[in-house]
């Protein structure tokens, strides 16, 4: 039978053939899952009893939540805080090693190190580097040179931005990776011609530079952003005495997930919590690729 | 961001050398110097520590006195690491061989192939990108508790077989596969299947090696999937048992370092020989993706 078909049809013969298994593989393990956590955010249900339709009362109650509210800033603070400083950092570190050739490769190689390492590894090796006297590296630095220790992990103010840092840390190598290819992208010849015309190097940066390299920035934005709205690995393993503490001020949206669902066995209330980060996501995303793709 | 379409290999190549070596770039390289080496700091006093007695670790000197494998001897021979080890070389390997396999498949077919449904298949697969990990994983605990899958190996492999972000990868390379090569193949009586194994496959070697690392580097550090989905001991995966180990009790911190250490060094080793490869495996990820 195969023999009579047209050589079209034998190609959508074979097309679907090669399909078929990744098509059942999408629809199981993402459309399924993904339909089912709406549905489940519409229910009661703590994994032994029985699932209860439970209408909008899973999101109410998270409106009324004094901790959603409180995670959900957190939320947004590592995005605000994170996602500008690793911008800025990282073009800065990439603006200047593209114009080094000494060692070019060995710099690079240094800011790109981190990002191969595993978060929960280096959660651990800052969570140490954070710990008071006598046992700390940085209070320990900070002793040294006579200056009162620092509360990092203790502090409800110091907290958030310590469990940042290494977040920021990590993933910065890649973005300057990513910053100086697109810099390497800038047809020489716009620089040249500045040059001619005897331009600064200010306004060579704010004229060219940056207005060329926005489809990178537009890139490297929702990359990270998307990155800093969904920390859990580094929050998680720095203060598992205390999930999220002290006293919420560390913990992230996933991180109340992952609480409420596998502590507490709430499923249709960390559903629901699912749902709110999904739509965080896409707002997030779907705002900073009309705000970057525009003008 | 491809409508400029450099290759990965011209925009890594340093640039002409520039002229003037005055004190300005003198200045420029010692502090991206200073810089690089506060990067690699975290992980140089990771690795120092791990080489520590027990009475040196709060000295913040990095260069231990007496350097010692004790530490590395001590984890090892408690035995779990060993075993979080093999589980996550064999999870990170099968993932990897999957999603090179898949993937690739799937972006050959969505680029090369014409048939009715193409586009909304390709559109569906691409909608999955905006679907978080954290939102799937209380669905699949209950379809992996429903299915025996906890606890398994199986069970946390299973939602990473294949890659919405590794499609897409592969389809924009096979992009560069000139039709006339899958027409003469044709022409010369390989099946589809075939011309896709020996014709299209090898012509995207670098694609496919750029995705390997992606993958092997994303599974080995995976963290929330693994966490709920195992149990047993046994079954942690290198990031669920460091981090299980570091909150025990009275561990001392000279031992989570080496334990970091562990899960971190082999990482280091793969960039270290494969940089030039894997840096450019980044960009070409980048720009395509």
Same mark, same amino acid.
């Given at each position: ?28 393990i ?146 300057v ?78 991180l ?29 995303s ?10 | ?12 190549m ?12 003198i ?9 690089g ?36 001897? *001590?984890? %090892?021979?408690?035995? +779990? #690491? ?6 996550? $070389?064999? @999870?990170?390997?099968?993932?990897? !061989? ?9 972006? *050959?077919? %969505?680029?090369?192939? +014409? #048939? ?6 390709? $559109?569906? @697969?691409?909608?999955?990108?905006? !679907? ?8 699949w ?66 694609a ?27 079954m ?26 562990i899960s ?26």
């Open positions: 039978m195969y023999r009579n078909l047209t050589i079209r049809q034998k190609q959508i013969v074979w097309a679907w053939a090669f399909l078929a298994i990744p098509v059942l593989f999408y629809t199981i993402r459309f399924y899952p993904t339909g089912n956590a709406v549905l489940i955010s519409f229910q009661n249900w703590n994994l032994l009893g029985d699932r209860t339709w439970a209408g909008m009362e899973n999101y109410q109650k998270l409106w009324n939540d004094p901790v959603f509210w409180k995670v959900f800033k957190n939320t947004f603070v590592y995005l605000l805080l994170g996602t500008p400083i690793s911008l800025v950092l990282s073009f800065v570190i990439a603006y200047h090693l593209d114009k080094l050739r000494f060692m070019h490769g060995f710099l690079r190689m240094l800011y790109f190190l981190p990002f191969m390492t595993s978060a929960v590894a280096m959660a651990w090796v800052w969570r140490w580097f954070y710990q008071d006297v006598p046992i700390g590296l940085f209070n320990n630095i900070l002793a040294g040179f006579g200056i009162p220790q620092v509360a990092f992990l203790q502090s409800t103010t110091n907290a958030l931005p310590a469990v940042l840092a290494p977040a920021v840390w990590a993933g910065l190598g890649f973005q990776i990513i910053f100086m290819a697109g810099l390497r992208a800038i047809p020489t010849s716009y620089y040249e011609a500045a040059k001619i015309d005897g331009v600064g190097w200010f306004t060579v940066l704010t004229q060219i530079t940056i207005p060329l390299l926005r489809p990178t920035i537009v890139f490297i934005v929702v990359f990270s952003s998307i990155g800093f709205l969904r920390i859990f690995d580094h929050v998680f393993n720095m203060t598992t005495n205390n999930p999220g503490g002290p006293l919420n001020a560390t913990k992230p949206l996933v109340m997930i992952y609480d409420t669902a596998f502590n507490g066995f709430d499923m249709g209330y960390a559903a629901a919590q699912t749902v709110v980060l999904f739509t965080i996501l896409l707002i997030v779907l705002i900073q690729l009309r705000l970057l793709r525009s003008t | 961001m491809s409508d400029i379409a450099p290759s990965a290999d011209t925009l890594l340093a640039k002409p050398a520039p002229r003037s070596r005055n004190m300005g770039q200045l420029r390289w010692l502090i991206l110097f200073i810089g080496i506060a990067m690699i700091m975290p992980i140089a006093y990771m690795i120092s520590t791990s080489l520590k007695w027990p009475h040196e670790v709060y000295n913040v000197n990095l260069i231990p006195e007496e350097p010692t494998i004790e530490n590395y001897t *001590y984890v %090892l021979e408690d035995g +779990r #690491f060993y075993w979080w080890f093999v589980n996550s $070389i064999i @999870i990170a390997t099968i993932t990897t !061989i999957c999603n090179l396999l898949f993937d690739s498949l799937v972006g *050959y077919t %969505l680029c090369k192939f +014409r #048939f009715p449904g193409r586009t909304i298949v390709f $559109i569906a @697969i691409l909608s999955t990108l905006m !679907i978080p990990t954290e939102m799937l994983v209380i669905p605990y209950l379809m992996s508790q429903a299915f025996g899958w906890l606890d398994t190996y199986w069970g946390i492999m299973f939602p990473g077989l294949m890659t919405a972000f590794g499609t897409f990868l592969m389809k924009q390379f096979f992009e560069s596969v000139p039709d006339d090569f899958i027409e003469a193949a044709r022409i010369d009586g390989l099946n589809e299947l075939q011309i896709w194994w020996t014709v299209a496959m090898p012509l995207v070697k670098p496919l090696a750029a995705l390997a690392i992606f993958v092997f580097l994303g599974n080995w550090t995976a963290f929330l999937w693994p966490l709920i989905v195992t149990n047993s001991v046994d942690y995966t290198i990031p669920v048992g460091l981090s299980g180990f570091g909150d025990e009790a009275d561990v001392a911190w000279e031992l989570i370092m080496t334990g970091a250490a971190t060094i082999p990482t280091l080793i793969v960039f270290l020989i494969f940089q030039r490869f894997i840096i450019r495996g980044v960009v070409m990820a980048g720009l395509k993706g």
